[in-house]
């Protein structure tokens, strides 16, 4: 599963907030913080390696339960006063906090798990954490889980080692909730989540955010996302074994004549799934849940597409035309307000050079489908169900890998308020996306039980999210974007903003 | 291109001719060539093993010019009084002339050429012609290409070699082509066949055989084919490129609110080519030139209903149920009469275990027609392009990679009624295939400008076509089925038959 986050920049639409580029020194109110940060700095980067060193992979079993063991050690070592690991069905969560005796308390959401690796696709080893020279940007590590998310998240917790070093009180109380199968879109994540101590703490916080580190190279801007759609990956398959027709595995194509085919019933399913152009789902009922979007969300799109530019982003996508022709503010409102069927990859019979005289016993679309408000995963799933049996394909099997309903926050909310505030303050561009296309578990702190406020947060840079050669910024040599040790100061801004904003 | 013929046996729709079971020895009028045949055995098995050790592999440009060369000198060695090298636009033929005085020609067609192998499946070298113990066999020499074709191949010239050891003139002339790309689907045999002087040639024959040895070993019957479909191997393939609309490569899958996917252009176009269930060609016009089947082909195909069992075929294939849930006989009908459109694969997007989050830039079915008389490949091939087109698919591609048209021999030939005459006179039960659902390039000679009756002839038996562990019989312990020996005594007999039928 791979319902990464590395699209959201790109993919959502956003609102411009903010002051002028360029990044300046958050503010220290105590005047211990900025040195102790400048003191850790050689140990945030040292911690960062070594948690880089040990990679968790839960699509391949890997590195359990030693990252968990390390996640609640790095907690502890930050200054929360309690870490313990968390069981699930899958694998365990962390929840730590952090009662700093404030009136308000912050959630954090951490990942511990990164995305598998092929070391011989890499310029430098993955689990190396090498400091190379990035032209136009300056010394950045290289590693898997570099940006997606160890760095942003040591950054963070170097904010944590500053307070700690400098012997000052944290303006708020954290709550700390890690998991390690983000990168298998987090099929546990709720319950860890929903254990009652934990949700208990999660409840008195003003909402939750994953550190992130994703400044715009060029222009300096961060994106803060209001929502985010949702996601549900899966496999259709026809088998002649299911089916009841057509043969058990492969046999000679000639049989064709007389021998049903699942191939050719893959495609008239999935010909039911959307509209001949591809375009439109209709799955029964599905569109009874779209909320349309609001004169807000459409004005925050209006004024991005405005901000940015179509040419550019056609380019870097290989796209000559949007759907229908339409243009760039149209393309922005539909990647926000559609729910989609996308055909991943289709899989059947002999896939090799050339051809084979085959008729194939089972053919399968890998789909994700993406969904807005008010979608969820048990609502999508069944009326798929029910639609396909409708039309006479109930052996078409729904294999489910993954998946999280859509995500979203209030822009009035304290978190996104202190958000922008923290921007304001530290002159970096802020964009507003009131949706993104991408996909995240952020339902899991926004929806039910628990409604929180929730986004991601965070300054500096990094890129390559499940690509080779990953990398966060260390020392920047960008006006632009923030290295290291300015992003922990953002961190600490946005901890005393979040403090203040009422 | 491996529109092979294994497949032909099990698919083939057949009457029943002959006698009781059981090989006899086949006539040697003049009482030398049983003992020349005798003689020559040793020597004949040591041709196929180094026959085997030389393999031509079209797909893999492999083993020519050796392949032509080595084919030309078996055909000068086994009596041939000339032999040449005939150019083509592919891999070169081999076309051989044997006068032997007679009033009457036969055309003999050989492939020196076999199909591609991996070692690594192969219980014993596949280049090596390991001599094995086959329980309820004999003893069978493995190797590619053993039963396809050069063991049959090896047996007929080795009633050649039996013919000029002895001293005999051949009852029969001989015209011998011979092809290097039938395993990709003969692509340029009939530039060879209608070189000048081998058209000349060929056209005083009274028909041409390829040899064989798929004796069942069950009954010892063999099938005596009267035609088989044509067949046409294509990919369709839609990409962003040539479409000018979605993604020139992978793109993140989020982009399927606002970019169109090839995959699901390519389900489209594919859902207009059959009916809903996937067993009737919907291309327009596609049906005109399907001529239905005589009430001599209906009756033979009933004749074989009667006589072979359906439950052994459906368990043979994996298969519960026919199409429609239709009755033996009806499936045996549908085999023979109708077109079809097979998917062979399907290739796009992420193809792995698991999920990947793309929006795939290229999507490609992988297609075989089968063809019945008077389809041609060019009217179907053409037909298919102005059905894309007129439903607005104009940009999607149809990649041709082989085929041929459908063949069919007149059942009164003299070519068929002198195997008939052979089949009987040795015992071996025939039936009569009014048309094979597998195909073979035999309308190169039946179709214009030729227009010869022509078929598979042999006795013995072998297996493995395409498959490790490739097989033919050489010496038989199986009372149904011909050692090597009694197969090239088989020839013997056909020849004088040929020779003596009006």
Known sequence: MTIDRRAMLKAGAAGIAGAAAGPVLAADPTSKLRPAVEAGHAAAVERLR??????????????????????????LDAGFQSAEIVPSSGKPGVFATLDAGAKKTLGIYFMYDVKQYDPKEWSSPPLEGRIVDKPGLGKAMVGRGAVNQKGPETTFLAALHAFKAAGVKLPVNLVLVAEGEEEIASPNFHEI????????????????????????PATGAVTLALGAKGAMEFELTVSGEKWGRGPKGDIHSSEKARVDSPPWRLVAALSTLVSPDGNTVM?????DKVVPLTP??????AMTARAT??????????????????????????????????????VAGYTGPGGKTVLPGRATAKIEMRLVPDMTIEDTLAKLRAHLDKRGFADVEINVSGGYGPTQTDEKSALIRAELATCERLGVPATL????????????????PLGLPAGQFGFGHGSGAHAPDEYFLIESTNPKVMGMKDATMGFVDFLYQVAATA
Do not use: C
Request: charged residues 20%; aromatic residues 6%.
């Open 50 to 75: 070594q948690w880089i060193a040990l990679p968790s992979i839960a699509a391949e079993n890997r590195g359990y339960p030693e990252g968990p063991d390390y996640m609640r050690r790095l907690a």
């Open 193 to 216: 989540v929903q254990t009652p101590r934990v949700a208990a703490a999660l409840r008195k916080s003003v909402g939750v955010i994953i550190p992130t580190g994703w400044q715009n």
């Open 283 to 287: 799955i029964d009922g599905i569109q």
């Open 296 to 301: 807000r969300q459409r004005e925050l799109i």
């Open 309 to 346: 530019d179509e040419t550019s982003t056609k380019k870097q996508l290989g796209v000559t035309r949007w759907i229908d022709d339409m243009d760039w503010e149209a393309s922005l409102v539909r990647l926000a307000q559609v729910p989609t069927v996308n055909i991943q990859g289709l």
């Open 433 to 448: 996306a009131p949706r993104l296309a991408g996909s995240w578990p952020g339902v899991i702190f926004t929806g039910p």
